[in-house]
């Protein structure tokens, strides 16, 4: 059983940052591929941001150059650094675990990222 717990949210004007961050519960951390994923009010939940167990990066186009993704093994946490905000990216943001891409088996609870013009 994992579980992942994230933190970080908030409010922020446009054009500012925040960090997220993800914490796994457990000792097998190191063998799961980990991504941030968000949700904006009457949208589908959608990929943002993917980190392979060997640390390959994979971004959607909407937030390249604003975003990146990292991880710690030994802290076993996954963080999204997040700069040059838009209000576009208003919305709760998820963390998820997967052993096989694009299955994912775990899901954080979220947090609540809401940047105002």
């Known amino acids: 059983q994992v579980q992942l717990v994230e933190s970080g949210g908030g409010l922020v004007q446009a054009g500012g940052s925040l960090r997220l961050s993800c914490v796994a519960s457990?000792?097998?951390?190191?063998?799961?591929?980990m991504g941030w994923y968000r949700q904006a009010p009457g949208k589908q939940r959608e990929l943002v941001a993917r980190?392979?167990?060997?640390?390959?990066?994979n971004y959607v186009d909407p937030v390249k150059g604003r975003f990146t993704i990292s991880r710690d093994n030994a802290k076993k946490t996954v963080y999204l650094q997040m700069s040059s905000l838009k209000p576009e990216d208003t919305a709760v943001y998820y963390c998820?675990?997967?052993?096989?891409?694009?299955?994912?088996?775990?899901w954080g609870r979220g947090t609540q990222v809401t940047v105002s013009s």
């Open positions: 998820a675990a997967d052993r096989v891409t694009m299955r994912i088996d775990y």
């Open positions: 980190i392979s167990v060997g640390g390959i990066t």
């Open positions: 457990g000792s097998m951390f190191s063998i799961y591929n």
